[in-house]
């Protein structure tokens, strides 16, 4: 289980990039309740939802796993499963950023 996970930091990192639980809880697959989990130390991150959280927020998968409490036993994932997790950061987080476009101008 993750030790003390910084939900301060990776709340501050998503709000730098426009970006809220919502978002990263879709990208990473995972459902409101399961990331709330995940913030409060109540379920393990998976590698997976772990590169998927580096890609949304901008950091390295180290930077990641360390602010959320994950040791060094929580290998990366492989290149191509990587690569995946990163594209679809990509279109949750350009999927935000439309629906936040839509929601200003009334749409």
Do not use: C, N
Not at 57 to 66: C, D, T
Request: proline share 4%.
């Amino acid at each position: 289980m993750a030790l003390f996970f910084d939900h301060d930091w990776y709340d501050a990192r998503l709000a730098q990039r426009g970006l809220d639980r919502p978002a990263l809880a879709a990208a990473a697959g995972l459902s409101a309740a399961d990331l709330e989990l995940v913030f409060k130390d109540q379920r393990e991150i998976a590698p997976a939802e772990l590169a998927v959280f580096a890609e949304m927020i901008g950091v390295s998968w180290e930077e990641a796993a360390r602010r959320a409490g994950v040791g060094a036993h929580a290998a990366p994932v492989d290149p191509a499963a990587a690569r995946i997790a990163r594209l679809e950061a990509r279109v949750a987080a350009l999927e935000a950023q439309v629906a936040a476009l839509a929601t200003r101008s009334g749409g």
